[in-house]
């Protein structure tokens, strides 16, 4: 099934936050994205099924930054006056038409540059939750999907990097080494 809901916007406020994740004020998604880019909230969530494989999405042709690598499950930012645990729920609904519920990991802040575009400055929060459910794609959001299992994935990242995004790269490494008791206990 498939879903073309337009579900982000340049102008939709961001909480920008220091490296303590204290709230610094709001700007607009485009301006967190400019140049170096600003320190913002951000989340990542890694969807398992009973199989233990994990979900992966290939982003949009669309996307700004990153457009058709291959990343976790699903990704964005709480808007201003939105809690984390809303944003992680609506935006699984919104780009993979189910909810779950779902675990916080860990935290942690990281910046990349995407060529001459843009950057990420994100203060991102991981989650892992477990579905079987149905997916309804989103179409301005991801391009394709798969289910792959872990040893498949360490190989291909080895193999391939360039065709992942730089922050599923490091949280996949980071769910490997120090949290792969909490994926195994879903």
Known sequence: ?????IVSFDDEMLIVVDREDNILGYRSKAECHEGEGI?????????FNDQGQLLLQQ??????????????????????????????????????????????LF????????????????????FIGKSNASISVNENEIAAWKYINSLNLSEELARNPEKYTPWFKMEWERIVSDFWNDIESL
Not at 39 to 47: E, K
Not at 59 to 72: E, G, I
Not at 109 to 124: I, L, T, W
């Open 107 to 126: 935290a942690f802040q990281y910046q990349a540059k995407f060529k001459h575009v843009g950057s990420e400055n994100e203060m991102c929060a991981v």
């Open 1 to 5: 099934m498939i879903n073309n809901e």
């Open 59 to 104: 982003r949009s042709a669309q996307k700004l930054l990153w457009p058709l690598f291959w990343s976790n499950s699903c990704c964005s930012h709480p808007r201003k006056g939105e809690s984390l645990d809303i944003a992680v729920h609506r935006r699984l609904q919104q780009e993979l038409g189910f909810e779950t519920k779902l675990n916080h």
């Open 39 to 47: 320190l913002h909230r951000a989340f990542s969530i890694f969807i």
